[in-house]
C-alpha cells in the first residue's frame, strides 16, 4: 500500500474516533481493517501504530493547533479538518520519518478530497504557522 494510502487510512481512524469512546475504539479498529481489501499485516499495523501515536501526544497536538490556529479551537473545527490536522501535526513535530513539506501537502491533499470548500486553505493556512 502507497504512504499515501496508509495516510488517508490513518485519517479515516482518527476520523472514526471522533464519533466511537476509546472503549469502542477496539472493535472500530478491528472492523475497519476487515473491510480494507489486500491490506498487508506490516501496513496494518504501520496504521495503529500511527494512529495509537496520535492518540498518545493528543493533547500536546491540540495544545499546539488551538495555540496556532488564530480565531479557532479545536472544539470548533469541523470533524474531517480536526483529524487531517492532528495527523499532520503529528508528522511535522513528532515523526522524524516524514518531511515536514510532505505532511503539510499530504494533508492538503485530504483537505481537497475529504473536505469542505474551504477546508485545504484553513489546512494549508494553520499547518504554515506551525511549520
Known sequence: MSRRKLRENIFKLLFLREFNSEDEMSEQLALFFDAIADVSDTDQQYMQEKY??????LEAIDEIL???ASGWT???MSKVDLAILRLAVYEVKFDEEVPVSAAINEAVELAKRFGG???SVFVN???????
Open 52 to 57: 495509537e501515536q496520535v492518540q498518545v501526544r
Open 74 to 76: 479545536t472544539t470548533r
Open 125 to 131: 493556512g494553520i499547518l504554515g504557522v506551525i511549520a
Open 117 to 119: 470548500d474551504e477546508s
Open 66 to 68: 488551538n495555540k496556532n
